[in-house]
């Protein structure tokens, strides 16, 4: 079977997911770090993948495929322009940085959604933090890394479905 087929690849992606919603988990709990907002953004948005591709194991018609394939190449994309934000602001100048932030919640809080989103997204001192390292590569470098390999796979699984689609 060919691991970019079917519901294999559904449950690939969840299970992959599911592991690095994990990581994410054990390292704020048992390692320290502490995620910053662009962080949160970047977990919600594996947790949402995880979720569409749950539902990508359990429908075998290629409508759904194609609609769920959509779904997830879109949100890779989300994941792809978050965590290179900050994979950015990790590489800017300290001088260069903005002042520290508040909490997530708190933005939500006080101002619209658009406002808060837009506010996460200028970054602050505590989204250009390292604060882990694996390999060489920070979180976010990994966040990014796997963000678009989501994306690869997601396009690829989209066009193989729409090729085998237009063969019948």
């Known amino acids: 079977m060919h691991l970019l087929s079917g519901r294999l690849f ?5 299970l992959l997911t ?6 994410s ?3 704020e709990n048992y390692a320290g770090v502490i995620p910053c907002p ?4 970047q977990r919600f948005t594996f947790i949402t993948m995880g979720v569409f591709f749950l539902l990508g194991t359990f429908f075998d018609a290629r409508i759904w495929h ?3 394939g959509s779904i997830t190449s879109l949100l890779s994309l989300t994941g792809v322009l978050l965590s290179g934000r900050q994979v950015w602001l990790q590489y800017l100048p300290q001088d260069q940085q903005s002042d520290c932030g508040v909490s997530l919640t708190y933005l939500f809080k006080i101002l619209p ?3 808060a989103l ?10 250009a933090r390292v604060a882990w390292k694996f390999l060489s590569l920070s979180l976010a470098e990994w966040s990014l890394i796997f963000f678009v390999l989501f994306l690869i796979f997601s396009l690829i699984h989209l066009r193989m479905n729409f090729l085998q689609k237009s063969r019948k």
Do not use: A, D, Y
Not at 38 to 41: E, G, Y
């Open 113 to 115: 959604p658009s406002q």
């Open 10 to 14: 559904w449950f690939n992606g969840f």
């Open 38 to 41: 662009l962080c949160l953004l």
């Open 66 to 68: 194609i609609m769920l």
């Open 18 to 23: 599911l592991f690095l919603v994990g990581v």
């Open 118 to 127: 837009s506010k996460i997204l200028e970054g602050s001192t505590e989204c």
């Open 25 to 27: 988990f054990w390292l």
